[in-house]
Structure formats: structure tokens, C-alpha cells
């Protein structure tokens, strides 16, 4: 069974802190992807990478960044969370041959205080 | 203005009743459209794509796609209380493969 899987269900943080949110996939798939999920907005791309140590921005990379060291991991980090941070994040991969079928992690729900 | 736009609901049915979902969308460039279920507390998981115009079926499922009028739907058939989720439709984005567009979201609720 296919899966990607993301570090944390929920976290709390405090503002100005420092985050790390995980996703590793088992499905050897080139691309990975981090969104943000808020009521009324739908999913939002925050960035992705099509390869290991590549990324690029997706629509809303202020006060993101992240890192792809190895293929099966991706990482997204706030440098210093704001509570307007405060959301579900989803991490989703692709393979390159079949980009159009995105597979989602189980979500981490922040909350930036 | 959003490229693909999506009622949020909440959309509630009786249970054995047909759920009827649409999305509008303004690029008519687009050619490939997905539709994802999101359990509460889950993440999106693919449940049926289709290119182009006409329709596809997969068992109590059909999705619909009309490019005239830039228009795409899913129809639930006899739905079950374990349909209740949030649908989204979705589309490759233009300027770059392997990114999406998504729509908003619906919430479905199936009462028993």
C-alpha cells in the first residue's frame, strides 16, 4: 500500500519559533509537494521539488522554505511561525511518468499561539 | 479570480439520494480534471479523472466534464452515510506540470 506519511497529526507552537514539518513517501515518486488547507481557500501550493535538492515556489512561499536532501523526504520549515501560520498542512507526491496523480499524507494541523 | 471555483457547501442529502457536485473553471486550455475525497482529519485521495468532454463512470460514481460551458461534475448515485466527505475538483495548472489547481472544496453530508 502506497503511503506518505507526515511527522506530526497536531502541533502547537509559539510565535517567532522555529518549525519543522516531515513527509516522507515509500513510493520512490520524483515530485513532492507542500500545501496549506484553510477553510474557504481550498489547498494552496506553498512549494514543491520535481527532484532531489531542486524546489521551486508555489503560490504562497512567504515565510517558508524548504529542504530536499533525499528523494523519499521533504521538508517544509516556518522560520519563525506567525499565527497567521495557523493551518492544515499536506504533503502530496507524484511520480514524473504519471504527475497527475498526487497522493496526500494524513495532514498536520498547526497552531501558531 | 480563481481559476477553478467550487461551491463550499455544506451539501447535505438523504441517504439513497444522488449528490450532484460542480466546479467551474475559467482556463479552457484545460484538458485533464480530478476529483479528490477528503475525510475529516484525512488527507485528499484521488477518487476519479477524466480528460477531456463526455463522461466516465466508475460505479456509483460519474464524473462529467462539459468544455463549452467550462463546467465539471461528479454524480454520487444510491449515496451511503460513508460518502459523507469533502469533495474537491482539480486541474493541472498552466504554467508548470505536476502542479494542481484546486478547487475550494465541498462538504457532502449523506444523513441516514
Known amino acids: 500500500d502506497v503511503k506518505v506519511t507526515q511527522s506530526s497529526r497536531y502541533l502547537v507552537k509559539r510565535t517567532g519559533e522555529k518549525v519543522f514539518l516531515e513527509c516522507v513517501q515509500d513510493?520512490?515518486?520524483?515530485?513532492m509537494f507542500w500545501y496549506r488547507q484553510d477553510p474557504g481557500l481550498g489547498l494552496r501550493l506553498i512549494y514543491f521539488?520535481?527532484?532531489?535538492?531542486?524546489?521551486e515556489k508555489g503560490d504562497i512561499p512567504e515565510g517558508y522554505s524548504v529542504s530536499r536532501e533525499k528523494k523519499e523526504r521533504f521538508s517544509l520549515i516556518l522560520e519563525s511561525a506567525s499565527t497567521n501560520q495557523t493551518s492544515m498542512y499536506l504533503c502530496?507526491?507524484?511520480?514524473?511518468?504519471?504527475?497527475?496523480?498526487?497522493?496526500f499524507g494524513p495532514g498536520t494541523r498547526l497552531t501558531v499561539l | 479570480q480563481k481559476e477553478v471555483e467550487q461551491d463550499p457547501g455544506p451539501l447535505s442529502v438523504p441517504e439513497g439520494a444522488i449528490v450532484s457536485l460542480n466546479c467551474t473553471y475559467s482556463?479552457?486550455?484545460?484538458?485533464?480534471f480530478m476529483w479528490y475525497r477528503q475525510y475529516s482529519r484525512k488527507g485528499p485521495e484521488l477518487l476519479m479523472y477524466?480528460?477531456?468532454?463526455g463522461n466516465k463512470e466508475d460505479g456509483r460514481f460519474t464524473a462529467q466534464v462539459d468544455k463549452s460551458s467550462k463546467y465539471i461534475s461528479l454524480f454520487i448515485r444510491d449515496s451511503q452515510p460513508s460518502d459523507s466527505a469533502t469533495y474537491l475538483c482539480?486541474?493541472?495548472?498552466?504554467?508548470?506540470?505536476?502542479?494542481?489547481?484546486f478547487g475550494a472544496g465541498t462538504q457532502v453530508v449523506v444523513t441516514p
Open positions: 502530496a507526491s507524484s511520480s514524473r511518468t504519471r504527475y497527475n496523480e498526487q497522493f
Open positions: 513510493m520512490d515518486h520524483e515530485n
Open positions: 521539488s520535481y527532484d532531489v535538492k531542486m524546489k
Open positions: 482556463n479552457s486550455a484545460f484538458q485533464y
Open positions: 477524466t480528460y477531456s468532454s
Open positions: 482539480a486541474t493541472p495548472a498552466r504554467d508548470s506540470w505536476g502542479k494542481f489547481q
